[in-house]
């Protein structure tokens, strides 16, 4: 089957997860996969009533590395904060200068927000003063901002046109910019070669960036090397035009604007390795877990779907009512039962009390004549008439074997005697 357009969860999937999801219209949703009596059931950490026609979720991301802060960012000027707590959900509003908002940060106590005029935004969350956001210009536009995990006072930003495209900027060294991509020479036409990043991923680590245009190009960069890209991959199909990305290890996962999510391996990008299927729009965006197996995806025809990696199996799928722009996923944690230190002092107890009942075990006294008499009696196959039959035996196979031998003998004690 191609795509369905039910709810789904396949019997293989079994983790533990939760899934946040932003839609068009500007609700905030979370999902639990993991639920056995509602497992596509949805709860609106939003409050609908306040939302407007500005209030689209345009970014989402996580603000920490234990993945108890969310970061959502909306078409207007507002971000929200949200906490998971072992109360519940809180959240509190934070307020720039510009909008839309297209990818936001969290370092130490600093929200960063990159802005769709290509702004690069900081502000304090708890000041002892309202001061105004710090702002850095990194161009005319702006298409996504995106933290490095590994090291999250790396940030990267991209957008349309070469004025705008990669760059890294270092939190920890007031946003000063590090890196800058460089553009492919010019084509046999000597013409520029369009420049659209329209997303971008850190590959494990602050060095090596990838990045996805709707101009139908997926390239690889390493800050280390050079300022071109050491690995391209150029969509010659009409209509390939890359919306998403994310990257882990090998593989660069990318989601089209026409329903199409593909996998492709880094040191070999001459075409796609996986392509998963069930898509009835565009992919909006991609999110991987932290083990890098399930990869969840949001697609425009209003549903969160969750892959397989390495199988490309379809492992859920959920209608979410609106369409879907920005997807979360999120481990649950494993809760094991609390034990008391009196329990376990009595298991110790009762652990010791077995231990000497086991090395304690009486042993009955030695009778001398019984054994005596054992070791007189004779072993089995040890009587006379055992060892005459055993001793024939032998004597007959052995004639046999020179009865077999006997003409060959003859013929070489011939060719000695000649």
């Not at 983790?15 to 949703?29: L, M, N, P, R």
């Not at 050079?226 to 150029?234: E, L």
């Not at 040191?267 to 390795?273: C, D, E, I, L, Q």
């Not at 392509?275 to 729009?281: H, L, M, Q």
Request: hydrophobic share 30%; with cysteine; aromatic share 6%.
């Amino acid at each position: 089957m191609k795509w369905t357009t039910a709810n789904l969860k396949h019997p293989n999937y079994t983790a533990q997860h939760e899934i946040y999801v932003g839609t068009h219209t500007g609700s905030f949703k979370q999902l639990l996969p993991a639920s056995e009596k509602a497992p596509h059931g949805q709860r609106n950490l939003s409050d609908l009533k306040d939302l407007d026609k500005e209030s689209r979720v345009t970014a989402l991301a996580f603000g920490n590395d234990a993945r108890t802060e969310i970061l959502l960012g909306r078409a207007k000027n507002i971000a929200e904060v949200h906490s998971i707590g072992e109360e519940g959900f809180s959240a509190r509003n934070v307020t720039f200068n510009s909008a839309p908002i297209v990818g936001l940060a969290r370092y130490n106590d600093k929200l960063i927000a990159g802005i769709g005029n290509g702004e690069l935004q900081s502000l304090e969350l708890d000041p002892e003063e309202e001061t105004p956001p710090v702002v850095i210009s990194t161009g005319t536009q702006m298409d996504h901002l995106r933290q490095c995990a590994q090291a999250r006072n790396i940030v990267a930003t991209g957008g349309k046109e070469r004025q705008n495209n990669l760059k890294v900027y270092d939190l920890s060294a007031d946003a000063k910019q590090i890196f800058t991509s460089k553009n492919l020479p010019n084509d046999y036409l000597q013409l520029e070669v369009p420049v659209w990043d329209s997303d971008i991923g850190f590959v494990d680590g602050p060095s090596v960036l990838a990045t996805c245009s709707r101009h139908g190009y997926v390239r690889l960069y390493d800050t280390r090397k050079q300022r071109r890209p050491v690995a391209c991959f150029a969509s010659e199909e009409h209509g390939m035009s890359f919306a998403t990305l994310v990257a882990r290890g090998n593989y660069i996962y990318t989601g089209t604007t026409m329903g199409a999510l593909k996998a492709f391996d880094t040191r070999r990008m001459k075409t796609h390795v996986h392509t998963y299927k069930g898509f009835t729009g565009g992919v909006s965006d991609l999110h991987l877990d932290p083990t890098g197996r399930f990869l969840s995806s949001a697609s425009l025809d209003r549903y969160v779907r969750v892959h397989d990696a390495d199988s490309t199996v379809l492992l859920y799928q959920c209608y979410v009512k609106s369409k879907a722009t920005k997807v979360l996923l999120r481990p649950l944690k494993e809760e094991r039962p609390e034990v008391d230190d009196e329990q376990e002092e009595e298991e110790d107890e009762e652990v010791d009390e077995l231990v000497p009942q086991k090395l304690s075990v009486k042993t009955a006294p030695v009778d001398d004549e019984y054994e005596d008499m054992f070791e007189q009696m004779p072993t089995v196959g040890d009587s006379e008439e055992e060892s005459e039959e055993q001793e024939e035996a032998t004597a007959k196979v052995e004639k046999a074997k020179q009865k077999r031998k006997g003409p060959n003998q003859s013929q070489k004690t011939k060719k000695k005697k000649v």
